[in-house]
């Protein structure tokens, strides 16, 4: 079974730009994985914020971005708030099955 | 508006069983994704059980054999039949539709302990 990866944990400036990536075990992620990005703060509820690779919800903050680099889905961050200091999980398709990776913890600071 | 609202989450015996409840509102359940998520304390997201549109189901490996997600599309609503309870099943419980429904609920408690 594949294995989702992520970066354990990221920091990043205030008006900062960062950069989170999530990686499979199995090779080279496409769209055909439909990626999704997650964000959950503390003591709340998950919520996407990306899904199918860089679709956006209504409540998706601008400065949110999703796509593809180099074979990975990547969640981009432009213009850091501090607010945005949460994990973030990626959630990816094989099929009829769907794997989160594990998290990454960003720090705004 | 997209809601899901999850329910029957309590304490539990080891070797118990308990049905989830995920009821939605401003989404119609038929012909879409659904999935069942759950978050041990401390610890990250599990998916444990996915239903796609087509109606194919998966489990997550810690789940197989022990938990059913189903469906009810008249009440749209959403379930986890969980049986053989482990004290590692002890999470809070979440649904999510897919894609463009990815809204979550806020998630039921389930504690399995004796």
């Known amino acids: 079974q594949a294995v989702v990866t992520q970066e354990p944990s990221l920091t990043v400036s205030p008006g900062g730009t960062v950069t989170l990536t999530c990686g499979s075990t199995t090779g080279a992620v496409t769209s055909g994985h439909y990626p999704y990005w997650i964000q959950q703060k503390p003591g709340q509820a998950p919520r996407t914020l990306i899904f199918d690779t860089s679709y956006k919800h209504s409540w998706t903050p601008a400065r949110f971005s999703g796509s593809l680099l180099g074979g990975k889905p990547a969640l981009t961050l432009s213009g850091a708030q501090p607010e945005d200091e949460a994990d973030y999980y990626c959630l990816l398709s094989f099929g009829t099955t769907r794997l989160f990776g594990g998290g990454t913890k960003l720090t705004v600071l | 508006e997209v809601h899901f609202l999850e329910s029957g989450g309590t304490l539990a015996q080891p070797g118990g069983s308990l049905r989830l409840s995920c009821a939605a509102s401003?989404?119609?359940?038929?012909?879409?994704?659904m999935s069942w998520v759950r978050q041990a304390p401390g610890k990250g997201l599990e998916l444990v059980a996915n239903s796609v549109y087509t109606g194919d189901t998966s489990y997550a490996e810690s789940v197989k054999g022990r938990f059913t997600i189903s469906r009810d599309e008249s009440k749209n609503t959403l379930y986890l039949q969980m049986n053989s309870l482990r004290v590692e099943d002890t999470a809070v419980y979440y649904c999510?539709?897919?894609?463009?429904?990815?809204?979550w609920g806020q998630g039921t408690l389930v504690t399995v302990s004796s």
């Open positions: 999510s539709g897919h894609g463009g429904s990815s809204q």
């Open positions: 401003g989404f119609i359940l038929s012909g879409n994704g």
